[in-house]
Nanobody
Framework: QVQLVESGGGLVLAGGSLRLACTAS????????TAWFRQLPEKEREFVAA?????????YADSVKGRFTISSAKNDKNTVILEMHGLKLEDTAVYYC???????????????WGQGTQVTVSS
C-alpha cells in the first residue's frame, strides 16, 4: 500500500510561482509512475503532468506546457516535485498527486491518490 502526501500549495499572485511536493511511503516509489491532477469544485479532475522514472519520461497537459515542470527530488527518492511558474487565475484548483505501479505509458488510471493541496492564484 502506497501513501501519498502533497505539500506546497498556497496563495500566489498571477504570474508567480509555487512548488508542490508529493512524498510517498509504503513502496519502492521509483518503480511507479507519478502524476499530478487538479480539480475545481463541481468539475472533473484534470490531468496536469506525469513522470515515469524508469524511462525518464514526462507528459504534460497542453494548458501547462512550458510553465510547469515535473521531476523527482534530487535528494529524496520518494518525492516528486511540480514546479509551477507563470501561474494564471485558471490554475486555481486542488492539486492531487497520484501514483501507479503499472509499466504502461502513458497511464489513464492511477491506483493511489493523495488528499490534495489547494493552489489559489489571485489577481
Amino acid at each position: 500500500q502506497v501513501q501519498l502526501v502533497e505539500s506546497g500549495g498556497g496563495l500566489v499572485l498571477a504570474g508567480g510561482s509555487l512548488r508542490l511536493a508529493c512524498t510517498a511511503s509504503g513502496a519502492t516509489y521509483r518503480s511507479y509512475t507519478t502524476a499530478w491532477f487538479r480539480q475545481l469544485p463541481e468539475k472533473e479532475r484534470e490531468f496536469v503532468a506525469a513522470i515515469k522514472w524508469s524511462g525518464g519520461l514526462t507528459q504534460y497537459a497542453d494548458s501547462v506546457k512550458g510553465r510547469f515542470t515535473i521531476s523527482s527530488a534530487k535528494n529524496d527518492k520518494n518525492t516528486v516535485i511540480l514546479e509551477m511558474h507563470g501561474l494564471k487565475l485558471e490554475d486555481t484548483a486542488v492539486y492531487y498527486c497520484a501514483a501507479d505501479p503499472s509499466r504502461d505509458w502513458p497511464l489513464t488510471h492511477y491506483d493511489y491518490w493523495g488528499q490534495g493541496t489547494q493552489v489559489t492564484v489571485s489577481s
